[in-house]
């Protein structure tokens, strides 16, 4: 059993920035990937960012490429995602998981964590 635990979510002007922390309780192997989404109430969970466990190759989607970044402290069992230039419409509920294999679709990723809201005001 895995447990994911989100951190570092808050309130920010539009330009800031803000890490978020996922600390994971359990195993993760090689060949998993963690990855962070995001939702707003009303819309579907969007693939934001992931990072393979072992390689440490990540992905991005294209609408934070350049102004987020993945990566993961393995020791530490624990992915960071670094956000800088924060727009308006950054601000979500943000959720990080563990899926077996990349993918952008939230179905391929079995466990969650609560998620951490990032509001970010203009």
């Known amino acids: 059993q895995l447990q994911l635990v989100e951190s570092g979510g808050g309130l920010v002007q539009a330009g800031d920035s803000l890490r978020l922390s996922c600390v994971a309780s359990?195993?993760?192997?090689?060949?998993?990937?963690m990855g962070w989404f995001r939702q707003v109430p009303g819309k579907e969970r969007e693939f934001v960012a992931a990072v393979r466990w072992g390689s440490g190759a990540t992905y991005y989607a294209d609408s934070v490429k350049g102004r987020f970044t993945i990566s993961r402290d393995r020791p530490e069992k624990t992915v960071y995602l670094e956000m800088a230039s924060l727009k308006p419409e950054d601000a979500a509920l943000y959720f990080c998981?563990?899926?077996?294999?990349?993918?952008?679709?939230?179905?391929?990723?079995?466990?969650w964590g609560q998620g951490t809201q990032v509001t970010v005001s203009s």
């Open positions: 998981a563990r899926s077996n294999s990349y993918d952008t679709s939230p179905t391929s990723y079995n466990y």
């Open positions: 359990g195993n993760i192997f090689s060949s998993h990937v």
